[in-house]
């Protein structure tokens, strides 16, 4: 459902909770729109048959205990019950399967990374349809929020901790998913989608061997999160673009000095372990140095060669 117009008005119910959660929302809606219209009346009708008029003098008016004894206990039960169903969505929502696949999260600005048993990895979250899911979050730099809207789940990613959700995807689909803790320069762009997969080609995409002998470099850039800040299309984002930057001049600050180089292979692989060496004018000082192996800077100074 996600990116059709439906999608605007009603969010997909994408996953084993969604419903439960819908039903406690919708519960504790309808009684606030019945007890709302009833206050309201009773205010406008008062207002309209009290009103001051001449030759009326206002009535000494007790108490009653009956009405104290049923505005009390209707309340109360009412509220009670909404305690009950939330608490039980929560039980639900945190008791974790016993036989449940788990997926490691990481939120770093601006990008997610979902890595597998297996080795497996990508910003990208696949899963089989039908199967309970476990994620392992935690952040590698400022806290994030993992939000899946279609799923009705949402949790912290907090550096130095490690938070857990669980779900289990309905059906085949794709949905969003946010950042919602704000994180940053980056953070509305923070997006991704979760893949929901028939079980048997979830199967297949997971024995799939991780990519060997040619690595893309586009796909190094996605996997480490580069794309989150960067983007390949010539439009400046966080950071600037890679398009035409291979070989190009750029004025970058080094040691507080401005200069102006070419940014060649070296270059760019500096800059990509050790940001902070030669900064790129204009932008600001935030990106984290990415550990890669000489085989992926490699991939990637290849891959940025081609975009002119
Ligand atoms: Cu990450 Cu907002």
Redesign the pocket.
């Known amino acids: 459902m996600s990116g059709t117009g439906v999608h605007e008005v009603f969010i997909a119910k994408a996953s084993n909770s969604a419903d439960k959660i819908d039903a406690t929302l919708s519960y504790i809606l309808q009684i606030e729109v019945v007890l709302l219209t009833i206050v309201t009346a009773a205010m406008i009708f008062f207002v309209i048959k009290y009103r001051r008029k001449k030759g009326r003098a206002s009535q000494n008016i007790e108490g009653s205990m009956l009405l104290e004894i049923v505005w009390t206990i209707i309340p109360t039960i009412l509220v009670l019950v909404m305690f009950y169903i939330g608490w039980r969505g929560f039980i639900n929502i945190r008791t974790t399967p016993k036989e449940v696949m788990v997926i490691k999260v990481v939120?770093r600005?601006?990008s997610w990374l979902f890595s597998y048993g297996n080795g497996k990895q990508g910003d990208t979250l696949r899963v089989p349809a039908g199967k309970p899911m476990k994620l392992l979050l935690t952040s590698r730099d400022?806290i994030?929020?993992l939000y899946i809207p279609a799923f009705r789940i949402k949790e912290d990613c907090v550096p130095n901790m490690e938070t857990y959700l669980w779900f289990t995807a309905k059906e085949p689909g794709t949905y969003d998913i946010f950042?919602?803790?704000?994180?940053?320069l980056?953070?509305s762009g923070?997006l991704s989608k979760v893949i929901v997969m028939p079980e048997k080609d979830f199967q297949q995409w997971y024995a799939g061997l991780p990519e060997t002998g040619h690595i893309s470099g586009l796909k190094v850039l996605g996997d480490k999160g580069c794309l989150g800040c960067h983007t390949t299309d010539g439009t400046a984002k966080i950071g600037p673009t890679f398009k035409g930057l291979y070989n190009s001049r750029v004025t970058v600050v080094t040691n507080g000095k401005e200069q102006t180089i070419t940014a060649d292979e070296d270059y760019l692989r500096r800059s990509v372990t050790d940001p902070k060496a030669d900064l790129v004018k204009g932008y600001p000082d935030i990106m984290p140095a990415i550990p890669a192996t000489p085989e992926e800077l490699n991939a990637v100074v290849e891959y940025m060669e081609t975009l002119k």
Request: charged share 5%; aromatic share 14%.
């Open positions: 939120g600005q601006f400022v994030h929020c950042c919602t803790e704000y994180c940053g980056g953070h923070m």
